[in-house]
């Protein structure tokens, strides 16, 4: 299976440039996102998908940068969006309304409004207050809107707490026993065609199982609901596709395998099929460059004190997660033990614990790897750090698709209390 490692042949190579003269152009830290292994991971997807009436619409959360959304635009990739600032990101990087669907809890009045006044493919609803919230601003629109219930099939997903979407006690979607009264009574929504289907069990899942599992389940009810008299013409299978964060630990499935077992537990669906993948799409293209600012020798521990910080990557101090973190040098070095830390002050800020890495001193560029998805897209200016660069590298080439945040970026809105008022 392809996997879209830095090194595209030489050391300290991806995707055509080398990595230590970028980063003698752009300081550190910044991500760096390469725009072929994005195509590739596109294009294994949509061959996978050969002959099947599916569109792939990615999870703009996982690496909102407009280059990226770009990218996708570009190679007919639609939008899986939660927010109308989301919306607003995919419409200017020139991804057309049809090809975008709305998920999430707690969609607002005005961002249902501004969804369906820009005419999106459909709405993933997920209460019945939503619903009916739906129901009444199409009607005040005059239009109709396209509906899908999120099932929520009661699987576990196998994946980390903070991640895991698809069990009855999470917040996502509605059981099967109320999506078949939600459908009973469709006939009395004037302005909402609820003809679709939705499951979302969770992100960086690694085995078939979970997938097979909710997708049986969204099948048999999808049989139930046609029997019934309740067309059913789209049907959205969600994100959620696992990829490598460890070498020779993570074993992601290849998208043939996945979407054999979409084939399969959907074998006899004539109607669209809906795809959010987010994290497959990104995460492997992407790297956080980082130097080492300095070597610590703590009572106990050596601490490699990094320039990148939880504000740049947030997976480890928030999920515990691995990412595989490799120098770029030439020269080979004995190995060493280290506790990787950033220099933001609280101990959540650590990128990895008694890591064996070749031994490194100040001044010296680190990759962390696998950081294209929910790294930038999570950023924050904790301690007020400002928000890295992200380039986009291109054969050889590379474009700075976000240039690092200034200071007064950082804090425009931001004023001194002046005009008090009383409320
Ligand atoms: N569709 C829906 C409705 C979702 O909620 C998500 C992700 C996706 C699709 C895309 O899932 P993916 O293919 O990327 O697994 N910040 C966490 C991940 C949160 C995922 C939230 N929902 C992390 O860094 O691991």
Same mark, same amino acid.
């Given at each position: 299976?392809?996997t879209a490692r830095e090194t595209d042949?030489?050391p300290g190579m991806f995707d055509g440039v080398d990595l230590r003269?970028l980063a003698?152009?752009i300081?550190t830290p910044f991500h760096a996102y390469s725009a072929g292994a994005i195509?590739?991971?596109?294009?294994?997807?949509?061959?996978?998908?050969?002959?099947? /009436?599916?569109?792939?619409?990615?999870?703009?959360?996982?690496n909102?940068n @407009?280059?990226i959304? &770009?990218?996708?635009?570009?190679?007919?990739?639609?939008?899986?969006?939660?927010?109308?600032?989301?919306? =607003?990101?995919?419409?200017?990087?020139?991804?057309?309304?049809?090809?975008?669907?709305?998920?999430?809890?707690?969609?607002?009045?005005?961002?249902?409004?501004?969804?369906?006044?820009?005419?999106?493919?459909?709405?993933?609803?997920?209460?019945? $207050?939503? @619903?009916?919230?739906? #129901?009444?601003?199409?009607?005040?629109?005059?239009?109709?809107?396209?509906?899908?219930?999120?099932?929520?099939?009661?699987?576990?997903?196998?994946?980390?707490? !903070?991640?895991?979407?698809? !069990?009855?006690?999470? !917040?996502?979607?509605?059981?099967?026993?109320?999506?078949?009264?939600?459908?009973?009574?469709?006939? #009395?929504?004037?302005?909402?065609?609820?003809?679709?289907?939705?499951?979302?069990?969770?992100? &960086?899942?690694?085995?078939?199982?979970?997938? =097979?599992?909710?997708?049986?389940?969204?099948?048999?009810?999808?049989?139930?609901?046609?029997?019934?008299?309740?067309?059913?013409?789209?049907?959205?299978?969600?994100?959620?596709?696992?990829v490598c964060y460890r070498a020779? *630990?993570? =074993?992601?499935?290849?998208?043939?395998?996945?979407?054999?077992?979409?084939?399969?537990?959907?074998?006899?669906? =004539?109607?669209?099929?809906?795809?959010?993948?987010?994290?497959?799409?990104v995460a492997e293209a992407g790297v956080l460059l980082t130097r080492?600012?300095?070597?610590?020798?703590?009572?106990?521990?050596?601490? @490699? *004190?990094l320039d990148a910080?939880?504000?740049d990557l947030?997976r480890p101090?928030?999920?515990?997660?691995?990412h595989d973190i490799v120098p770029v040098? /030439?020269?080979?070095?004995?190995?060493?033990?280290? $506790?990787i830390?950033?220099?933001? +002050?609280?101990?959540? $800020?650590?990128f990895?614990?008694?890591?064996?890495?070749?031994? +490194?001193?100040?001044? /010296?560029l680190l990759l962390i790897r696998a950081t294209g998805a929910y790294g930038a897209?999570?950023a924050?200016?904790?301690?007020?750090?400002?928000?890295a660069a992200e380039v986009l590298l291109d #054969?050889?080439?590379y474009?700075?698709v976000?240039?690092?945040?200034?200071?007064?970026?950082?804090?425009?809105?931001?004023?001194?209390?002046?005009?008090?008022?009383?409320?």
């Amino acid at each position: 299976q392809e996997t879209a490692r830095e090194t595209d042949g030489a050391p300290g190579m991806f995707d055509g440039v080398d990595l230590r003269r970028l980063a003698e152009r752009i300081a550190t830290p910044f991500h760096a996102y390469s725009a072929g292994a994005i195509h590739r991971r596109i294009d294994e997807l949509q061959a996978a998908l050969a002959g099947l /009436d599916a569109t792939v619409c990615f999870a703009v959360k996982a690496n909102p940068n @407009l280059a990226i959304l &770009q990218l996708m635009a570009n190679a007919g990739v639609g939008a899986d969006i939660v927010s109308v600032g989301e919306l =607003r990101r995919a419409l200017n990087a020139g991804i057309p309304a049809e090809r975008i669907v709305f998920s999430g809890v707690g969609k607002s009045a005005d961002e249902i409004a501004g969804a369906l006044n820009v005419g999106i493919m459909r709405f993933n609803v997920e209460s019945l $207050d939503e @619903l009916h919230t739906l #129901q009444r601003l199409a009607k005040a629109q005059e239009v109709t809107a396209r509906a899908a219930v999120r099932i929520n099939p009661d699987v576990d997903a196998r994946t980390h707490a !903070k991640i895991s979407t698809g !069990k009855s006690e999470n !917040k996502f979607g509605v059981s099967i026993d109320e999506a078949r009264r939600w459908f009973a009574e469709r006939k #009395q929504l004037s302005h909402v065609q609820l003809d679709g289907l939705h499951v979302h069990i969770g992100s &960086q899942i690694l085995s078939v199982e979970p997938f =097979r599992l909710a997708l049986q389940r969204v099948a048999a009810f999808w049989q139930e609901l046609e029997r019934t008299g309740h067309p059913i013409n789209s049907i959205d299978v969600g994100g959620g596709l696992g990829v490598c964060y460890r070498a020779g *630990v993570d =074993r992601p499935l290849a998208a043939a395998d996945y979407v054999d077992v979409i084939r399969a537990a959907l074998a006899g669906y =004539r109607g669209r099929l809906l795809l959010e993948p987010g994290r497959w799409l990104v995460a492997e293209a992407g790297v956080l460059l980082t130097r080492v600012l300095r070597v610590k020798e703590g009572a106990e521990r050596r601490f @490699l *004190v990094l320039d990148a910080a939880m504000n740049d990557l947030q997976r480890p101090s928030l999920y515990d997660a691995w990412h595989d973190i490799v120098p770029v040098a /030439d020269t080979p070095r004995p190995p060493a033990t280290y $506790d990787i830390v950033g220099p933001v +002050c609280e101990t959540g $800020d650590t990128f990895a614990r008694a890591r064996e890495l070749p031994e +490194c001193s100040a001044g /010296d560029l680190l990759l962390i790897r696998a950081t294209g998805a929910y790294g930038a897209s999570m950023a924050s200016t904790y301690n007020s750090r400002p928000l890295a660069a992200e380039v986009l590298l291109d #054969q050889g080439r590379y474009a700075v698709v976000r240039r690092r945040q200034h200071f007064e970026e950082m804090i425009a809105g931001e004023q001194p209390a002046r005009n008090w008022e009383t409320a």
